[in-house]
């Protein structure tokens, strides 16, 4: 292991004035954050996946923007890490899972060519599968349905290129967009302080990709069909952005984006994929109390027969909204904070496989320590929540 890691862990039992011991169950909740005493070490969570197991793997970037890839268990607990070599850089959030392995895409210098690699829990090991030699840059990735993919990179010479990716990683097509000239150096400093603004993915089964890139001067949603060939773009300019998109079914998304310097959310968006849309023209409803440069995503939640789209931002006051839409109306049903003295930054909400929930963010302690924070709910709590 080249980094040892201190765990401090805060474990909140559903019976917390019970003096009796209560023995665990995965369906508890967990409060965990990962430190590590050595100055100048800070940690930038970018992604997290649910094990066969129910454990987590957490995808990384140091400082140095290194890969550092992080396991814990069901309840938590640590389990193992590793940081890899120098010459891999600038993983991207796109953790994806094909049988017991998992797999996500970082950048090889001196290249910066996008490669794959490979997490063998079981072994404890990470390593490089293959390269994609002549796509630098890499910036977003994601399944479009089972064991197939879509990866974005970007380089000075063809500008955006969207690739889809087979069943064993071989690329199947790729697609050149719009050619956008940046200096080496500005590309670097934009891929690095502007990645979570890149995605992509698909829905209606695949029928219908997008991506989130730079074209013209901005960041630009664009629609094309199952085989890349652009068919519609949400257009904004100068600082609007889309933040995040989440499918939500019967062909509707759910959007956070960024206009006129005011954060909005919308959560029942019936896409226009074969024409251009200005940002502006979205609807919503403006959210006043969210950190706009920080992330906002969301995710559909099922408990029991039900199923809740959640909202995530962080707030001015540097705590996560939980927002909860009911899926069959529309309608706000309940609102959960989480965080206190120490700022969050929300990354990435998802359900797990026992009907809770599961958030991983990036908290500041001691206002300079930038450390991961996993924290569960299980779903007894979103069911009182509710």
Do not use: H
Not at 154 to 182: H, P
Not at 288 to 295: A, E
Not at 326 to 349: E, T
């Amino acid at each position: 292991m080249r980094s040892l890691i201190y765990l401090f862990i805060i474990l909140f039992l559903l019976s917390a004035c019970d003096e009796d011991i209560v023995e665990y169950n995965s369906t508890e909740k967990f409060n965990s954050i990962f430190d590590n005493p050595s100055e100048g070490i800070n940690y930038t969570p970018l992604d997290v996946i649910e094990t066969n197991e129910g454990g987590y793997i957490v995808l990384s970037k140091l400082a140095n923007n290194t890969i550092f890839v992080l396991k814990v268990s069901n309840r938590g607990d640590f389990q193992w890490s590793r940081q890899l070599e120098p010459q891999y850089v600038d993983p991207i959030a796109g953790l994806v899972q094909q049988g017991d392995k998992y797999y996500f895409i970082a950048a090889t210098n001196p290249n910066a060519t996008s490669t794959l690699f490979e997490i063998n829990d079981l072994e404890q090991k990470i390593e490089p599968l293959r390269t994609y030699d002549s796509y630098p840059n890499p910036l977003a990735f994601n399944t479009i349905n089972p064991n197939t993919y879509l990866l974005l990179t970007y380089n000075d010479t063809t500008g955006m290129v969207l690739s889809k990716i087979q069943d064993g990683f071989a690329m199947e097509w790729a697609r050149r967009f719009d050619t956008v000239k940046l200096t080496d150096q500005n590309i670097l400093t934009f891929r690095r302080t502007k990645k979570e603004e890149f995605f992509v993915g698909a829905y209606n089964s695949g029928s219908v990709l997008y991506f989130n890139g730079l074209r013209g001067n901005s960041l630009n949603l664009t629609y094309t069909n199952d085989q890349g060939i652009q068919s519609g773009l949400i257009e904004s300019q100068a600082q609007d952005k889309i933040n995040s998109i989440t499918e939500i079914g019967s062909g509707l998304l759910a959007i956070n984006y960024f206009y006129n310097n005011q954060s909005y959310f919308v959560n029942s968006y019936s896409p226009i994929v074969q024409d251009t849309v200005e940002i502006e023209f979205l609807g919503g409803g403006n959210v006043r109390d969210r950190l706009s440069i920080q992330k906002a995503t969301s995710a559909v939640i099922p408990v029991g027969n039900s199923e809740y789209l959640v909202n995530a931002y962080t707030t001015l006051d540097g705590r996560i909204k939980l927002n909860f839409y009911d899926q069959n109306s529309g309608d706000l049903v309940a609102i959960k904070y989480i965080g206190g003295i120490d700022p969050l930054a929300v990354v990435k909400i998802a359900p797990t496989q026992d009907e809770g929930m599961i958030i991983l963010s990036k908290i500041t302690l001691a206002g300079t320590k930038e450390r991961i924070n996993i924290f569960k709910i299980p779903k007894e709590e979103i069911l009182e929540i509710l």
